[in-house]
C-alpha cells in the first residue's frame, strides 16, 4: 500500500508540473504574440501581456525567458515609443530595470528569444530614456542620477561606452553628429553629460525629430541653426512630396555647393516631419560644421535625405562623412582615420563580448570598416598595402575574442581569400 501511495504521489506531482508547464508556455507565447500585436498599432495599450507575462513569472520565477518580456511590457507601459520618452517615469524604470536585472543574474549570457535588444542593451535603454527625460525638463541633478543609477544596475557597461568614444573621437572638432537607435543615442547622451566628452560633437537622432519635446529640445541646447520655431514645429506633419533638387551653396565661396534629389520617404508620396526637421538642420549648417552618420553603410544616404551616396558620402571608420567636394569618396575610402587607426579592443571585456550579442554587433562594424578599406585596396591593386592592412587588422580584432557576425562569414572568407591570393602574387 505504501509503495502505492508513492507512485499515486509521483504521477500526480508529475502531472502537476507538466500543467504548470503547459500554461506558462501557453502564457509566454500567448504574451509575446500580444506583444507584437501592439507593437504594431498605432495606439498600443500592453496591459494585456503585461498580466500575461507576470502569471508566466508567477509559474516559473526562475524564467530568465519570461522576465524578459516581463521588463519589455513594463518598459513599453512606461513609454509606448520615442513620441512618449519624455514622459518616462523613476517608478516603472525601477521595475523594468529590476526583471532584465533578474534576466542577466539567471542567465549571463540571455538564452531566451530577443526582441530588438539583449538585457544589457535594455538596461541602458530605460535609463538612458530616464535621464534624458529628465533633461528634457531641465532637472540635470536627476538625470545625473539616472546615468549613476543605471550604471550601478549594470546599464552603460564599458563596451557601450567605449564604442561610442570612438564614434564621437572619428568626428572632427565641432562636428554634427546624425545617429538612431539604442545603444548609440543614448550612450552618447551619457558621456556628454557625465564625462564631459567630446561635447563639443552635436548630436542629432534622426528618428526622435518626429517628436515635439525632441524639437524643442535641440532648439534649447543645440549650438547649431535650427530655424524652425513653436508654432510651425506643432503644424508639422507629414507632407505631400514629390521628388525635389535640393541645393546648398558655400556662402564663402559660391563656387562650391551640393546638390541631390530629395525624394519621397513615406507610401512614394510624402515626407515625414523628421525628413523636414532633418533637411533644414542639413541646409542651415552644411559648409559651416562637418556632418557625419553613425553606422558603416555609405549606401544609407544619410538617413532620409537621399545624398548621392556615390559623390557626397564616404566611409570614415564607424561613421560616415558627408564630403563637401564630389567624386572623393573613392580615394578617401584607402585611408583609414586616425581615430580607428589607433584602436584596439584589448580594454573591451571577453564576457562583454560573450554575453550581448549587442556589444558582438557594434563592434563587428570596426573589423567590416577594415573590411572596405582592404577590398578597395585589391580593388586598386595595391596587394602589399592589402596584405598589410589585413595583417593589421588580425592583431586589433582577433577571432578569439571578437567572433564575427553571421553576416560577415562570407564576406570575411571572400575577402581573407582574395587577400592572400595577393600575398602569392606579390611575393
Known sequence: MKTFYITLFSVFFAFVSFAQKLGFTQLLDSG????????????????????????????????AEARYWLGHAIDKINMADGSTLNRSTKELTVQASEQFERVIKLEKKYKGEIFNLDPYSKLTAIWGSLALAYLIKKEKDSALWAYAEG?????????????????????????????QGDNITLPIYYLQEVEDFRKDVSIVDVNL???????????????FKFTYEDPELDSLGFREWAPQEQIIINENNKQEFIKWTLKPTYYQNYVLKSDLVLLDIFKNNFFKRDFYYSGTNVDSSMGSLHLDAANYITLNGVICKVVRTPNVSDTAVLNIPPALKKY????????????????????????????????????????????????????????????????????????????????????
Request: hydrophobic share 35%; aromatic share 12%.
Open 32 to 63: 509575446k504574440n500580444e506583444y507584437r500585436r501592439q507593437f504594431s498599432e498605432v495606439k498600443s495599450d500592453f496591459s494585456k501581456c503585461y498580466t500575461l507575462f507576470e502569471q508566466a513569472v508567477l509559474l516559473q520565477p526562475n524564467s
Open 151 to 179: 550604471r550601478r544596475r549594470g546599464a552603460f557597461n564599458d563596451a557601450i561606452l567605449e564604442f561610442n568614444r570612438q564614434l564621437l573621437e572619428s568626428c572632427t572638432p565641432n562636428a554634427i553628429l546624425l545617429c
Open 209 to 223: 525629430g518626429s517628436t515635439n519635446w525632441y524639437n524643442d529640445f535641440i532648439r534649447r541646447t543645440a549650438t
Open 344 to 427: 584596439n579592443i584589448d580594454n573591451v571585456s571577453q564576457e562583454n563580448i560573450n554575453n550581448s550579442p549587442d556589444v558582438l554587433s557594434l563592434f563587428n562594424q570596426m573589423r567590416y570598416a577594415y573590411l572596405v578599406y582592404v577590398w578597395s585596396l585589391l580593388d586598386k591593386q595595391k596587394f602589399k598595402e592589402a596584405k598589410e592592412l589585413w595583417s593589421e587588422m588580425e592583431q586589433k580584432f582577433f577571432l578569439s575574442k571578437l567572433p564575427l557576425v553571421s553576416e560577415l562569414n562570407e564576406p570575411y572568407k571572400k575577402l581573407r581569400n582574395a587577400t592572400m591570393e595577393s600575398k602569392r602574387l606579390t611575393n
